[in-house]
């Protein structure tokens, strides 16, 4: 019998923390890390076990809400995404291949501090995490303790791989590329293909594409949460004319270079949402891509539908004016999900990240603040 998702049996994914899923979306703790544990005792375990028997009854392990919330508001999951990409490796898998699928954050180094972030993706919030929330999670290199040679070992049969962050070019470079080398020597790199998740506030040297050359496709994917002052408040502290010099480079060469593509990410928040309309339009005219969006699902005062409903409503009729279909599939998600008890929270923390890093939303989100003021 053909399981709900064969993620579990293929993929594995660490985070910038370090610890082992059996991929991003999944919010379960396994209670494996690998800076404690190694990924054959994640394997053997019975946390994977028990979320295999759950999806060969066709059914949705808990840890695997956000597939589900998104497919039930007819948003892609990761899970049709990957079936879709990979339909031939997914359909033709046998359990003797392994990993072939591998999510792998090399530490939580990072350059920025993203409103919608936290100190366990990015180094930077280290302080302003101790200054107002009281906790303090170090920068941490996660692979510290693993050899290249180690994860090589493990997935000779790989197909993929996904390095997101912190920046992936800023944590651990050496390693990663290590890594990507034992790939090229083997012979497998070009049967592989490579998804980056940047900031875009740095540009990567020439050892990098020196070594991408050698794989079966590259994506680079620009993480952008807006544009002009919303882009610089949210990706706090980035700089719009760096990141729009960077999208020229990465363009110039996704031209150059046969196998380099590149994709466009928007985290969906309560900060941008009223302005998907004008973020998809902003990327029609930079001759980007179309973007894929996904939802912030923490911190939890921070997801798109923490509006009270009079204020959600006013959102859903604003995007539904949009002519573009993605930000239509976002007013259905706004009408059909609520979390509304975290509203307090997010007034409350919005003013004091402003506060402490000298921002002011009402000025860089006027129409939602007017909509906040109309509710008050």
């Known amino acids: 019998m053909k399981p709900l998702c064969l993620v579990p049996w293929n993929s594995i994914d660490i985070g910038p923390q370090g610890d082992i899923r059996p991929c991003c979306k999944f919010r379960d703790d396994s209670g494996f890390n690998i800076t404690r544990n190694t990924i054959q005792e994640y394997q053997n375990s019975d946390f994977l076990n028990n979320v295999k028997e759950t999806m060969l009854k066709n059914e949705w392990p808990s840890g695997c809400a956000m597939c589900s919330i998104e497919e039930e508001n007819n948003i892609q999951s990761k899970r049709q995404l990957d079936y879709a990409r990979w339909k031939s490796e997914f359909d033709n898998y046998t359990e003797d291949k392994g990993i072939i699928v591998a999510s792998i954050a090399f530490g939580n180094t990072c350059n920025l501090k993203c409103i919608t972030c936290s100190p366990i993706a990015s180094s930077r919030w280290h302080k302003e ?40 070019f800023l944590a651990e470079p050496d390693k990663q590329k290590d890594l990507l080398q034992l790939y090229v020597n083997s012979g497998q790199s ?52 760096v990141l729009e010099e960077n999208i020229q480079k990465y363009k110039n060469a996704s031209e150059n270079m046969n196998n380099i593509g590149l994709s466009i990410s928007h985290t969906v928040s309560a900060y941008n949402i009223y302005y998907l309309d004008e973020f998809f339009t902003w990327c029609k005219t930079m001759s980007l891509p179309r973007p894929w969006c996904g939802r ?81």
């Not at 980056?196 to 990098?208: E, L, S, V």
């Not at 919303?230 to 980035?238: G, L, N, V």
């Not at 990240?353 to 906040?372: C, G, M, Q, S």
């Open 190 to 241: 070009k049967n592989i293909s490579i998804h980056y998740t940047t900031n875009a506030q740095t540009f990567p040297d020439d050892t990098w594409w020196s070594l991408w050359e050698n794989f079966k496709e590259i994506d680079i994917q620009l993480s952008i949460d807006g544009i002009n002052e919303r882009y610089e408040y949210i990706r706090y502290p980035a700089s719009y004319s």
């Open 296 to 376: 912030v699902h923490t911190p939890l005062h921070m997801r798109p539908c923490v509006f009270p409903t009079d204020i959600k409503n006013k959102i859903i009729s604003h995007l539904k004016t949009s002519k573009h279909l993605d930000v239509h599939m976002w007013s259905n998600y706004l009408d059909n999900n609520d979390d509304s008890e975290h509203w307090n929270q997010f007034l409350i923390m919005r003013d004091k990240h402003d506060l402490y890093r000298n921002t002011n939303f009402a000025k860089t989100f006027p129409e939602v603040e007017d909509l906040i003021n109309g509710f008050q």
């Open 129 to 168: 995490s101790i200054d107002l929330l009281g906790k303090r999670v170090p920068k941490i290199e996660t692979i510290d303790n693993v050899t290249s040679q180690n994860i090589f070992d493990l997935m000779p049969n790989l197909i993929h791989f996904d390095i997101p962050g912190g920046e992936p």
